[in-house]
């Protein structure tokens, strides 16, 4: 069976998407896995990811350079200046998930290297269980391509940090 187009057919929105849009969300679901599996051992949590990356910055291998771009992107997503956005609150964060610490950082009052890069991947790890657990389907993925293209970057990037 050809599976995409199955989801032509069957997905919400799906045939509206552009090929980089899949490519984006694919190439996300691949880089999660991997980051899940190898950097958090399984266990893909927020305090699992603050774990992670505190490590990196005891180990002196923390550096926010190649997290610009995606520092930008998400925190213009999710503050205007004033108040978190909508798409804040489509994060669905939950208790668990340090909801207290994304807002900070998001609202610009964090300047600390391992509260910055853990709160961006919570909000990665909410884009993750997000398309993961079907919220994404309620819209069709549509808007989704620099979600999915800073948080592939990011990925890649932590992952490279924690090999060095």
């Given at each position: 069976?050809?599976?995409l ?19 984006a ?98 909000m ?41």
């Amino acid at each position: 069976m050809d599976t995409l187009a199955w989801l032509e057919k069957t997905a919400p929105g799906f045939k509206l998407l552009s090929g980089q849009e899949r490519e984006a969300i694919k190439d996300f679901s691949l880089l999660w896995s991997l980051y899940e599996g190898t950097i958090l051992n399984n266990s893909g949590n927020a305090n699992t990811i603050i774990h992670t990356i505190t490590s990196l910055k005891r180990r002196g291998k923390l550096t926010l350079e190649p997290f610009r771009p995606a520092i930008e992107h998400f925190l213009e997503r999710y503050y205007d200046g004033t108040d978190l956005t909508y798409a804040f609150h489509n994060l669905h964060l939950r208790s668990n998930d340090h909801p207290e610490l994304v807002e900070k950082v998001v609202r610009g009052q964090s300047s600390e290297d391992v509260e910055i890069l853990s709160a961006l991947l919570i909000m990665v790890f909410r884009l993750r269980n997000n398309l993961f657990h079907g919220l994404k389907w309620s819209y069709g993925l549509r808007g989704q391509l620099q979600n999915f293209r800073n948080a592939n970057d990011l990925l890649m990037s932590v992952m490279e940090m924690h090999r060095a």
